[in-house]
C-alpha cells in the first residue's frame, strides 16, 4: 500500500470570481469530506501531478497536510478535468480513520499468459478490471494479483476463486465473474447462428399473406 504525502492550505472563500483566481495562480480547489466535517482546500496542481504520477494505478491513501492544522488521511473519491485542456478544476477527498475498516476501489492486475490464448487461438475476456473491498486503510493493497496462465478455453475465474489477501474482504458476490478464456470461433458461429435465425423469424412475421379468394359453389341443376 502507497501512503502520499499533500500539502494543502485551507479555502477560506468561494465563489466563482475567487475559484477562477485561485486556478489562475496554478492552484486546484478541493474539498475533503469525512467524521472531521466537511472542508475547502486548495493545492498547488504540480505537485498534485506529481503524485499523481508516483500513484499510478495502484490503490493509494493520500495524507493531507493542512497549514498550521495537522493531517487527515484520505483517499481520492472524485476528480474533475477541462476536457480541453487536461488542467484540474476540482478534487474530492474522503477522509478515512485508521482504526475503521472502510470500503473502496482496487484495480486488477492480471498475471501471465493464459493456455487457452498461447495454445487454442482463444481470448482472454475481461469482466472486472477493479474490485470493491472493504478492509483497514493499513491492510489496504495496491493492486489485486490474479494469475490466469492456467486459463483453458471456457475456463472462468470468479470472485470466490481469487486468492485470499490478508485482512480484506472482496465486497461483491461470490459467483460475479473476473475473467474468462473464450473461444472467439465458436462464439462467432453461434453469434452467426443467432443472427440468421432471428433474420429468418423476422422475415417470417412480416412475409405477406395471400388474400383469402372467395368461390362460389356451382349450382347444380
Known amino acids: 500500500m502507497k501512503q502520499l504525502e499533500l500539502s494543502v492550505e485551507k479555502r477560506l472563500e468561494t465563489g466563482r470570481r475567487y475559484v477562477r483566481k485561485l486556478r489562475a495562480s496554478g492552484r486546484v480547489p478541493a474539498v475533503i469530506y469525512g467524521k472531521s466535517g466537511t472542508q475547502s482546500l486548495s493545492f498547488d496542481e504540480k505537485k498534485f501531478r506529481m ?105 472462468i475465474i470468479h470472485i470466490k476463486d481469487l486468492e485470499k489477501i490478508g485482512g480484506v474482504e472482496f465486497v461483491d458476490g461470490d459467483e460475479v465473474v473476473v475473467v474468462s478464456c473464450k473461444n472467439v470461433a465458436k462464439e462467432s458461429a453461434e453469434v452467426e447462428e443467432q443472427a440468421a435465425d432471428t433474420a429468418g423469424a423476422s422475415n417470417a412475421a412480416t412475409a405477406p399473406v395471400p388474400e383469402a379468394k372467395e368461390t362460389k359453389e356451382k349450382e347444380s341443376k
Open 51 to 155: 503524485l499523481l504520477r508516483e500513484k499510478g494505478q495502484a490503490a493509494s491513501l493520500v495524507n493531507i497536510q493542512i497549514a498550521d492544522e495537522g493531517s487527515v488521511l484520505s483517499t481520492i473519491a472524485d476528480m474533475q478535468r477541462d476536457p480541453i485542456s487536461d488542467r484540474f478544476l476540482h478534487v474530492d477527498f474522503h477522509e478515512v480513520s485508521r482504526t475503521e475498516k472502510m470500503i473502496t476501489v482496487v484495480p486488477i492486475e492480471f498475471i501471465g499468459e493464459p493456455i487457452g490464448v498461447r495454445d487454442f487461438g482463444g481470448v482472454l475476456d475481461i469482466s472486472k478490471h477493479e474490485l470493491n473491498v472493504r478492509c483497514l486503510p493499513t491492510n489496504l493493497p495496491g493492486s489485486i494479483r490474479v494469475n490466469v496462465s492456467g486459463l483453458k478455453i471456457d475456463d
